[in-house]
């Protein structure tokens, strides 16, 4: 007996999905924010949590205003167990299950290295961009398990590419995200006999209101877009797309995987090199 190929589809409709750090300051289009608008454009019903109420509350003005998928706004501290708990069952409370979570929120987070970093800052910095993501997926992850069928949920954890490759001057941030790529496969492996997939975006050189707020000079813009083979530069659009590919069906078959979103930024390196350096120069 062979099992029945089915065609996937691009359609999130009847899916359930938490994402965190879905506000953006005004009307900006942060990572979170976009994603959420992108999996609710998909037919999703989507739990859209931010420490700031009011900013959750305006990407679910955004999602009810395309006209598309159901939103929720929810106050939530992910850096609180509790908060994280409530998240959860809001969504299960409104909407019956769940089927995805997206774990945006993170932070510049500590500066310095080991020779100066503060580690009181170390330690909350570590909290909120890997503890936060656990927390979450504790609560959630029993929820999707409830879940029939092979894939019974998705998780897309949200990194950077300051986790692959070195470059950041400070220790936190890399850190901190390569631990988020390295977790990423640890819980795909040990949440796939209940049909668990869990996937990681590592981002690149992206501009959103988390940089342009702190004054970006268009110098240091111009640098970061330097970085990538594309030479150009990402907005949180770009980010959203990644997340729904991993988050639905047509990524069903894919579990474990660390994605750059980046214009090549992880492969760049050396690619500036003339080819008079390469080890077989042009006669």
């Not at 990402?234 to 995987?257: K, P, Q, S, Y």
């Amino acid at each position: 007996m062979t099992d029945q190929i089915t065609r996937p589809t691009r359609s999130l409709h009847d899916r359930v999905a938490i994402v965190t750090g879905a506000g953006a300051a005004g009307d900006g289009i942060g990572n979170g924010r976009a994603s959420a608008v992108l999996l609710a454009e998909a037919g999703c019903s989507v739990i859209c949590v931010d420490r700031d109420l009011g900013l959750a509350e305006r990407t679910v003005e955004m999602i009810h205003q395309d006209g598309h998928g159901k939103a929720l706004a929810v106050k939530a501290d992910v850096t609180d167990e509790n908060d994280c708990k409530v998240a959860v069952e809001a969504a299960v409370r409104r909407f019956g299950r769940l089927d995805i979570l997206v774990n945006v929120v993170g932070v510049g987070g500590a500066t310095g290295t080991a020779v100066d970093v503060d580690m009181a800052d170390w330690a909350k910095g570590m909290e909120l961009n890997v503890g936060s993501m656990v927390k979450m997926s504790k609560f959630a992850i029993p929820e999707m398990a409830k879940n029939t069928g092979q894939w019974r949920g998705s998780i897309v954890n949200m990194a950077s590419v300051a986790g692959l490759r070195v470059g950041n001057p400070h220790l936190l941030y890399p850190t901190s995200k390569g631990a988020i790529v390295n977790m990423t496969r640890a819980m795909a492996a040990h949440h796939a006999p209940q049909g668990i997939r869990v996937n990681c975006v590592c981002l690149g050189m992206v501009y959103t209101p988390m940089m342009y707020e702190g004054g970006m000079t268009e110098e240091a813009r111009e640098a970061r877009k330097n970085r990538s083979l594309l030479k150009t530069e990402g907005n949180g659009w770009d980010v959203g797309a990644a997340v729904r590919f991993l988050a639905g069906d047509e990524a069903r078959w894919m579990t474990g995987v660390v994605l750059p979103v980046d214009a090549g930024a992880t492969v760049a390196a050396g690619s500036e090199l003339p080819a008079s350096a390469s080890i077989n120069p042009p006669k």
